[in-house]
Nanobody, 119 residues
Framework: QVQLMESGGGLVQAGGSLRLSCVAS????????VAWYRQAPGKQRELVAA???????DYAEDVKGRITLSRDNSWKMATLQMNNLKPKDTGVYLC?????????????WGQGTQVTVSS
């Protein structure tokens, strides 16, 4: 089945680290574009980091210097390395990208992985 699959969430104390992974199962990230979003309780979904199809790498202001997005050369896996985590980083993290199946491109979201940072 062509889908995005995430892993790596969990509970960590403030100042700790987590690594999230997103795999494009059965496909690749079309154009190399892949992003991570965060959905905190009672808040709108917000972009954390993204590779765009234009080749740029963008980060939300409040994560710069603490969070790094990388992807492998096959464009099948993306990793979000999160260091010096803060309680405000708590939320469900969702991977987003465009996948291809039978020459049809479609938008895809992962199921989400919970990240909880305790103070």
């Amino acid at each position: 089945q062509v889908q995005l699959m995430e892993s790596g969430g969990g509970l960590v104390q403030a100042g700790g680290s987590l690594r999230l992974s997103c795999v494009a199962s059965g496909s690749i990230f079309a154009g190399g574009a892949v992003a991570w979003y965060r959905q905190a309780p009672g808040k709108q979904r917000e972009l954390v980091a993204a590779f765009t199809e234009g080749g740029s790498l963008d980060y939300a202001e409040d994560v710069k210097g603490r969070i790094t997005l990388s992807r492998d050369n096959s464009w099948k896996m993306a990793t979000l390395q999160m260091n010096n985590l803060k309680p405000k980083d708590t939320g469900v993290y969702l991977c987003h990208g465009y996948l291809v199946e039978r020459d049809i491109r479609f938008e895809a979201w992962g199921q989400g992985t919970q990240v909880t940072v305790s103070s």
